[in-house]
């Protein structure tokens, strides 16, 4: 919806910018939390995916191991809620079929996960409105067309009745209505992490000898991410600081997360740009240890060279200058323009001025 007829609709609201990649790492820190309990896990964290925002977990077999499912689910949930910005009280379900968990989280109170008993599918769905069946905007429709307003009443009707009507969608209303599954359970893909440290010996203030026991660190993880294939697409250092000599209140451990402008293996420009990080935001006090963590990783992508074209890369390498300019001088005074709706009737809506923040890099702009 434009920005003008929101306005126009709800005068009072207040309107907040979206930001993705603080929402794909939310969901990553929720997925990291949940993983604790669970190695069952399903979703997205891509904040343009309709499914964001849900999380399913696996939980057979695990009682034993974390007790019985009312205990469980209130573990899940206060892991959730830790792992989430602010004060979110996520909504549980716990049922036989995730359709069935997914309605029964929707309904639910926060702070009180709902459990649907084994068997009891059909009854519990029964008196739910019959649009939770499809996201098919047209068979949404054509059941109220047919007065069947609850999923109660399409349970009740023959499958042949439901698939002569809805083809194939037809036989899938007719098995969710019933708590039956109609979907198996995929568990998501885990992403690679790979980590490494290396003490300093004796503690060091300057950022010269940082830089030498980073270059190891970059070297060792980056040579793994090239022999398996794989590229990351952001950094987690960590400095242990030695407190001898340390300001009052300083904390022991400081933990920096970097982007990087597009995944990748390359070593060099790894460094250079967690260099820049440690060179804008030094550590007070004498480092003892360096932890390097890659994450991310996905399968790294190739590239075809063209024939007279030597810098087939010179769009990748320039958003990786813009990223170390903006750590240097500031994300506020490095911008780029890019370019909206070439045929708007007005100039200034054609473009636009956008700041340098990894994420938004891109290269359907120029600078």
């Known amino acids: 919806m434009p920005l003008g007829s929101a306005h126009r609709l709800v005068p009072e609201a207040t309107f907040i910018d979206p930001d993705p990649e603080a929402d794909r790492g939310a969901a990553e820190a929720v997925f990291e939390a949940l993983g604790r309990s669970s190695p069952s896990l399903a979703g997205s964290v891509d904040p343009r995916s309709v499914s964001f925002g849900l999380f399913e977990v696996g939980i057979d077999g695990l009682g034993p191991l974390w007790g019985a499912e009312p205990v469980l689910a209130e573990r899940l949930v ?73 999923i109660g009443q399409v349970a009740e009707l023959p499958m042949s009745a439901l698939i002569a009507r809805f083809g194939e969608e037809g036989g899938r209303l007719h098995a969710r209505a019933r708590g039956q599954e109609t979907e198996p359970f995929r568990a998501r893909r885990a992403t690679k992490r790979l980590a490494l440290a290396l003490p300093i010996e004796p503690p060091v203030e300057d950022l010269e000898p940082l830089r030498f026991v980073l270059h190891r660190l970059v070297a060792g993880l980056t040579a793994q991410l090239s022999a398996r294939g794989l590229a990351a ?36 420009a790894v ?10 935001d030094p550590p007070v006090a004498a480092v003892q240890r360096l932890e390097l963590e890659l994450r991310g990783t996905t399968p790294a992508a190739g590239q075809q060279l063209p024939l007279f074209v030597p810098q087939a890369a010179r769009t990748a390498r320039l958003d990786w200058q813009l990223a170390r300019l903006a750590l240097t001088y500031g994300e506020d005074r490095v911008r780029r323009v890019a ?28 600078t």
């Open 78 to 150: 206060d892991a959730v809620t830790t792992a989430l910005p602010g004060e979110v009280r996520p909504r549980a379900g716990i049922a036989g079929t995730h359709f069935v968990a997914t309605i029964a989280a929707m309904v639910a109170e926060p702070a009180a996960p709902l459990i649907v008993p084994a068997g009891d599918e059909a009854a519990f769905l029964a008196d739910r409105p019959s649009g939770l069946l499809t996201t098919d905007l047209d068979v949404r429709a054509r059941l109220t067309r047919f007065g069947l307003r609850r």
């Open 233 to 268: 697409d952001r950094a987690l250092l960590a400095l242990e600081l030695d407190l001898a000599f340390a300001p009052t209140g300083t904390e022991p451990r400081i933990e920096v997360e970097q982007r990087f402008p597009e995944p990748t293996a390359d070593a060099e």
């Open 271 to 280: 460094e250079r740009l967690l260099f820049a990080r440690l060179e804008r």
């Open 339 to 366: 370019i909206g709706d070439p045929e708007a009737p007005l100039a200034e809506d054609r473009w636009s001025w956008r700041g340098v923040g990894l994420g938004s890099l891109g290269p359907e702009g120029s």
